[in-house]
Structure formats: structure tokens, C-alpha cells
RNA sequence: GGGCAGUUAGCUCAGCUGGUAGAGCGCUCCGUUUACACCGGAGUGGUCAUAGGUUCGAAUCCUAUACUGCCCACCA
């Protein structure tokens, strides 16, 4: 019953502790408490304690975790604490996740490339071996980190997601998801890398500021604007007085109108013209397609190349009026050219013969005579149909309001083409070698910018062509390894759909079978699963699952005489359409059907498997009924939409039934420059000097104090600093406490009751106690681990330490005068045993309601303590 | 651009259902040296981002604006 002298030293303490807790095997559901000993699983599982489960993260296990990484163990590890100590049978379920796309790129990034090797030189089969050392050695550094920050999981059950058990679970729910129609396979759109010949992730792509020309083409109506033509004829060369209608600081727009009452136009004028009245030479009409139109009137400021001017400054006017566009007289005499037609920018005029539709903003009053309707245009003198439709996505403020979609070439498109159909089947013009294929007639093979300059002439020529923007900004996609620019275009891939599942999980949390905290938080959901689209689920990797697909030849996509991508397979030297129905092509099963049968290549993404984490770990240990549905499950925010909200899906999908019943959100872990702490931002925390310096008790109680679900919150110098402090607090009282019951001659510890206490003082304590205990209960099961330690700290050290260990002192010891110590009083035996009996309850109560938090200086103390019934040799299993 | 948070003392953050602003660090002064100097006591310090509104009363509820952070989508 006594400490060692001298401050709290928590290298020292933790080191042994840890060691006590492990080999005693006091983690495992399987330790019967009440007999100190391992039990059969069995035994386990019969034995009438309440179930509690709580299976963790798996963190990427390519990096050691970071000292924001490990903030969340903290918290699953403080709520399994306090359920062992209600007495329950706790599962804490370890894991770690192979994180497909990042970990291969790790691997390759840091190990092959700086072995100066490439992925492509080695089999699959060595690639895939040579990963999971590099996997199973950064496991064991990570699984050290979590036991080191005091998780009380059962480690002997930690689980990689590539285990052959959980591999088994997750390509079952492939296969029964296949079955069940939710899975398919069909064309989507993807990132082509040109250079690696492979399709890229989304967040593989960084984008390059780029100029690029900007084409303000026309899709010409094919009947001649016979308004246009009268028109010309009776204006052109003329001379019209008008004046000054409108104007900005800058330039002056002059408008008018002739003796006819015809709108004239005048443009780019740096001074007004003296009177307010110029005659002007009309050379031109800009044509609109709600059927206005207005003369233009040759500027007395243009020089030069009337063209190029007037359309410049046109279009900077009126590009903000539907369709509007300038034919100029001048120009050409052709009367065929005076067509009126829909004006639509692009950067990208190759792709024009793979248009399928225009699309214009719900919220623009311009096109809504067309929206609907099926469009005859003309482009380059071919005829095309194309339907015209409205979305959202398209903006009316945008150039001229209007998209041309080419759901083949660029990934907005192909979403826009998801919501309206009838933009489909896609038509793809550019081929995987990035060369225009023959539905582009006379471009057939070019490249695309070859493709491009070649178009502009004929542009021009043909009348298609409006304006130019050479000084174009805009951002193109690059592929963030080989830097290639990335061309969307479309690859055969697999999908799943969310249809059943997806309102499953939105129920859960709305009738509050699953919670979340903080409550916020639901509105994140709900906005993500309402907006959820069929999610592609292979990946073209080699680390992970590859699909339980097979084929019964080689699979290849080609482009057919329509522009649509089809598979082909190839069987016994005969070429077929793929029909991914027909079990004689392809086949959804783990085992290979037989010989001449091959794999599909792909692999699946990552959250695919994380997503079925809960079950996938239970049923590979046989734990489902006992601890399924878990209790809850401790998550960053950030992945509450990747994998949570898909974890409820799946579950309810395999189970119909929930993963876990409340879902606690923990915040982000800043640096101490504010920023979200991360590896390539510089502002990493060092876990080993940290613990070393300041003890991991200290580090815990930073992720707890004053911190609510959700929030993020810092880690600094200052605060673990404080906690420090704060245990060596709690060290110092009990070396008091206990310093004084042994000096206390026939002194044995009994458990005091309120009603036979006999001092104020005892009493006034024993009330807060009991007041600390209720709140402290009621923050925890609310999950609001800030306030309870806000609530301990500050009763611990300024009510229990400053106002009853001070004030206990003078029925401990004779107290003497100083200078003539003389006695001033002299406690009393009676006052002197219920003052120790009162400072060892209350010690040991804050001891118990700060284990979860700080478990490794309260187990050290409670071992010192003496115990009564209730009480275990572990603080761990100590009745709350 | 869409969504979600945040903006309170010099710094890091609490303030849970509206009722005269709190903690830790820092700073100032005093004290204590048989639990603890990794201590105790006292104090300094805030027009609670800005502007409106609701209310007897708002840091707390509502609206708008500004700035910061996170997630998602990225512009034809």
C-alpha cells in the first residue's frame, strides 16, 4: 500500500502495466473476471454477462499511424473500458486495411521505384507476395502504436482485410449481390491515362492550368434565315443615325433605331460620338433565336480587320444573349450561310461527332421553346439530330447557356447523359490510341490537336464557326503519375447498385436505430445517400480482390460503326458480343469453372471490402451471435459518406439487419499550425517523443478535455503540458492518501455510507462524489467524453485535492503552532479512521471514473488500494 | 459551385433545453517547502466575427454578410 517517491514517471509505469494487461490476457471477451481465467469461446459466449462489441477502423496499413491517426483509438478504447467496468463482456475487434489504390501506390511509389523497378516487370502473383511482406511488417508497427496507446483490444483477433476468411465473406457478397442483380457489368466513363494505357481514379488526376482555345461554334438550323437575307439586302452598305441608349464607365454601347423602328447595335466606342449621333455603315445582323435581331453598325473606331473586331467585342457584349451570334455581310456573300442556329462553346470541337444532345439550364427562360424537343442541325454541311434537354448541372451565366453533351469524352457529360437517357448509348470518336476514329469522316486518324486545326478552317468555311477565344484559362486533367493529359472515354466496368439498400440505411438513422453523434452530422448523410449514384466497383489493380469473374475467352471492347463501345469474346477463335448474362461467356462464382477459363483482371475498390468490415471479422471468428449487431462504431467524420453510411448498406444487404447501433464521429486532429494534421503538410506530431516526454495518459487526455463529437481540435506543447501535470496531481494525492493510512497504527479500510458519516467535511465530499459519478455516467452514455473530463479534472484537483485533502489534514495529524509549537489540536481516533475511510472511497472512485480516459497511472494506483467486495485486482474490472 | 462545421480572454478551447461570461497555458502579486514548485491563494484579461430580427432578457434562437476549415463536384 504505498507509491515510489518523487513524480509521476509514466515510461516506467506503462511499460509494466501494458505487460500486465497483455499477458493476463484481460482484453479478451474471454476472461471471466470473477474467477481470473481464460475461458473457452464457448464458455464465453454461454456466460449470462451483456454482450459488447465495438470492431475498429481498420487504418491503412501501408504508414505508421500518425498521432491524429491514433486519436480514435482512444476514444473506442475509453467506451470499452467503461463497458467492462458495467460489467459487461467486451469485444474490442482490431484490424488493418489493405487500402487497395493507395497502398499500391505506396508500394510502388516507395519500395519498387526507389529499387529503381516497375510494377509491370514482375507477375502478378510475385507483385502481390512481395506487397503483403511489405504490408505484414508495417502491420506489426502499427498494431505496437495501438497497444502502446493503451487499446484494450483483443489482438490475438486482429485481421487484415486480405485474410483468406474475410476474402471468403467479401466475395460471397459479390456473388450473391451478382444473383441478385444489384451487381453488373456495363460501359462507363473513365480517366484514360494515354500513357500508361489504363484507366485512372479520380483522385489519382491533378489538374494543370492550361490556354486553350475557346470555340464559340454554331449547330447551324439547315433552312436559311430568309429574315436575314431581307435584311442584308435592304441595309447592307447603308448609312443609319442612331444614339446612345446604354453605357458603362469603359465603353459605350450605342443603340438605336432606324426611321423603320429596326434595333440597331454599336459597339466598342471609347468616346460618345459628339451629339449623341453617328452614321454608321450597316455590315452586318446579329441573329437571336427567340426571333429579334439587330443591325450592326460598322464602329468609327474600327481599323483593321472588321471580322476579328466585331466579333470580339460582340461577344463580350452578347454573350450573355441566348444564341445570339453575328453574320457578317462582309465577310462573305453566300446566302446559304445566313442561317441561324444554337451558338455553344467548347474547348474541345473533335468531340462535336459524338455529340447527342444540347442541354440548357432549368432556370433559362431562352431555350425553353426547344427543351424536349428532338433538334435537326447542321454541322460542317452534314445533318445530325440531337435531342435538347435541360440540367442542371449546365449553367445559364456560362458562355452562351448552352452545352453540347458528349457523354463518350467528358465525365460531366456522361453523368448529364445518366439523368436523361435518351442521350444514350454514348458515341466515342476518339479511340484508346487517341486518334479520331472513322465517324469522324475526313479527320479519321488524326490526332487531336491536328484534329482541331483542321476543323477551324472548315469551321469557318462552312459558317459553324462564331469566335475564337485564343487567350482561354482553363484546368485539364493530368494523370498524377506519368503527368499525361487524361482523355475521358468509356471502358467496360462493374457496377453496383444502391436500389433497396440505400433506403435501408436512410431509414436506420431515421428511426434511430443507428444514432449518430453529433446529431449535425445526419444532415451530412442524408445529403450523401440521397444523391448516391450506381458506384463502379473494379479497380485496375493487382492489390486486392481480384473479381470472382471468369470468362470463357479473351474480352476485348471495341468501337462499332455507330460509335458504341462494345466487349467482345473471343472463344475457340470466334468473336461474339459479350452477354454478360449468358453463363456460357461469363461466369460470377469464386471457384474457376475449368480449363480455357480465365479471371477477370480487375480487383475491387477498397471500401467494397471495408464496408462489410463488421461482419466480415465476426464471422470469421464465429462471433455473430453473440456480438452482432455491434454496440457501436467509432469513425473520423470525414469517411461518415465512404464508409459508414456503405457499411449500413451492406450489412442490411447480407443481415438485414443494423452494423452498430450508435456511431460516434470523432473530430480531425490539427497540427499546431491549425492545418489537418497529415504527413505531407509537415505538421506531424512525433508519437515517440511525445509519449516519452509528456506519458500517453497525457496524450489521451488531450484527444478527450473539452473536446466535443465532431469537433476538431489541436494537439500542442501546452495542453499535453497540462495533462502532465494533472497525473502527477492525481500521483501526488494518492502517495497522500496512501502515505497516511499506512502511518496509521490498527487502521483497516471499511466502505463508508453517507448516513454514518459524522464530519461536514465527509459529508460535503462524499455528496460531490456522488454528484461526479452521476454526471460523469450521464456525459459517457451520452457521449460526451469532453465534458466528462472536464467534470473530473476540475473536481479532482480543486474539489477533492485543494478543499478536502487540505482540510483533511487537521483530523490526520497533530497540528502545531509554527513558531511556538504549541498543539493546536489533535484529531481525534474516530474522526481520524472516517477521514481515512473517506479519502480512500473518494480516491478510489476517481480512480475507477478515470480509468476509461487515463488507464495506465489509475491501474498503477488501484493495485495500492485497498479493495472490497466489487472490487477486482484490475481497476479494468472494477464495478463503475 | 454543392454540402457540413467553425469564428468566445494574448494562445488552445468549453459554455449541453436563452437568465448578470468559463477552463488550461501565459502574465502580475502573495504564500507554502513532511502529497505535489509538474504546488497553493489572489488577480489581470473578452463590445462572445459583423449587421439586422425574435424576446422582459441572446454568446446561446432566426436572417444576411465576411472570413476559416473539412468533404464532394469541377465547369462545357
Known sequence: ?????????????????????????????????????????????????????????????????????????????????????????????????????????VFVREVLEKQGRNKFDIKRKDFYAEMMDFFMKNIDIARNDEKTIGLSADFDRDTFTLDPAIVETVLDTFVEMYNDGKIYKGVRIVNWDPKAR???????????????????????????????????????????????????????????????????????????????????????????LDGDFRLVVKGIDFEGDIQSEVNKVTLELFSKIAGSHIILFANNHDEKLYTNGFVIGTVRPETIFADTAIACDPKDARYKQYVGKKIDV???????????????????????????????????????????????????????????NKLTGKYNGMGIKEARRAMQEDMLANGNLVYVDENYQNKIKIAERTKAAIEPLLSSQWYLKYDGIREAAIEMVKSNQVTIHPDNMVKKFD????????????????????????????????????????????????????????????????????????????????????????????????????????SVLVSAHDILENWDSRMMMFTYFKHKQIPFKDLFLTGLVLGTDGQKMSKSKGNLIDMDKVRTEFGTDSVRM??????SAGASYSVTPDKLKNFKQFNNKIWNAAKFVLMNAENATDYTYSQPKLEGLKLENSKTIFNHIINTKAAVTKNINNFEFGYATDTLYQEFWHTFCDLYIESSKQYLNTIKDKESGEVISEPSLDDKQETLNVLIY??????????????????????????????HKTVMYSRW
Not at 17 to 44: A, H, V
Not at 67 to 85: E, K, L, T, V
Request: aromatic share 14%; net charge negative.
Open 1 to 105: 500500500m504505498s507509491l515510489p517517491n518523487g513524480p509521476y514517471n509514466p515510461q516506467e509505469t506503462e511499460n509494466e502495466i501494458l505487460n500486465f494487461w497483455l499477458e493476463n490476457k484481460l482484453y479478451k471477451p474471454e476472461y471471466n473476471p470473477s474467477e481470473d481465467r481464460i475461458m473457452s469461446t464457448e464458455e464465453m459466449k454461454a456466460d449470462v454477462r451483456e454482450a459488447w462489441a465495438l470492431i475498429c477502423p481498420p487504418p491503412n496499413a501501408y504508414a505508421r499511424p500518425h498521432i491524429g491517426n491514433i486519436s480514435g483509438y482512444a476514444y473506442q478504447d475509453a467506451m470499452a473500458r467503461y463497458a467492462r467496468m458495467q460489467g459487461k463482456k467486451v469485444l474490442v475487434l482490431p484490424g488493418k486495411d489493405h487500402a487497395g489504390l493507395e497502398g499500391e501506390g
Open 198 to 288: 489504363t484507366a485512372v481514379a479520380d483522385n489519382q488526376v491533378e489538374f494543370k492550368e492550361s490556354q486553350t482555345p475557346f470555340f464559340y461554334f454554331k449547330y447551324s438550323f439547315p433552312e436559311p434565315e430568309t429574315k436575314a437575307i431581307e435584311l442584308r439586302r435592304e441595309y447592307e452598305g447603308k448609312g443609319v443615325l442612331w444614339k446612345v441608349q446604354e453605357s458603362d464607365e469603359k465603353t459605350y454601347y450605342l443603340m438605336g433605331e432606324t426611321h423603320k423602328g429596326i434595333k440597331i447595335l454599336g459597339v466598342g466606342y471609347d468616346k460618345v460620338p459628339a451629339g449623341n449621333e453617328v452614321n454608321g455603315e450597316v455590315i452586318g445582323i446579329q441573329m437571336r
Open 378 to 436: 447542321e454541322f460542317l454541311g452534314e445533318k445530325k439530330t440531337l435531342h435538347f434537354i435541360e440540367d442542371y448541372a449546365v449553367d445559364k451565366d456560362f458562355g452562351t447557356g448552352l452545352l453540347k453533351v458528349t457523354p463518350a469524352h467528358a465525365v460531366e457529360d456522361w453523368e448529364i447523359a445518366q439523368r436523361h437517357t435518351e442521350c444514350l448509348p454514348a458515341i466515342q470518336v476518339i479511340g484508346y490510341d487517341l486518334r479520331l
Open 527 to 630: 445529403h450523401w445517400m440521397e444523391n448516391l449514384r450506381d458506384w463502379a466497383i473494379s479497380r485496375s489493380l493487382w492489390w486486392g480482390y481480384r473479381l470472382p469473374v471468369w470468362y470463357a475467352g479473351k474480352v476485348f471492347e471495341e468501337i462499332d460503326d455507330n460509335g458504341h463501345v462494345k466487349e467482345f469474346i473471343e472463344i475457340n477463335g470466334k468473336k461474339e458480343e459479350l452477354d454478360y448474362k449468358n453463363s456460357n461467356h461469363l461466369r460470377v462464382q469464386k471457384q474457376n469453372p475449368g480449363k480455357g477459363w480465365i479471371q477477370d483482371e480487375n480487383v475491387l475498390d477498397t471500401w467494397f471490402s471495408s464496408g462489410q468490415w463488421v461482419y466480415a471479422t465476426l464471422t470469421k471468428y464465429n462471433l455473430m451471435d453473440k456480438f452482432f449487431p455491434t
Open 702 to 707: 488531450t484527444y478527450f478535455y473539452q473536446n
Open 842 to 871: 473518494s480516491l478510489k472512485e476517481f480512480i475507477k471514473m478515470l480509468h476509461p480516459f487515463i488507464p495506465f497511472i489509475t491501474e498503477k494506483i488501484w493495485r495500492e488500494l485497498p479493495k472490497v467486495e466489487g472490487d
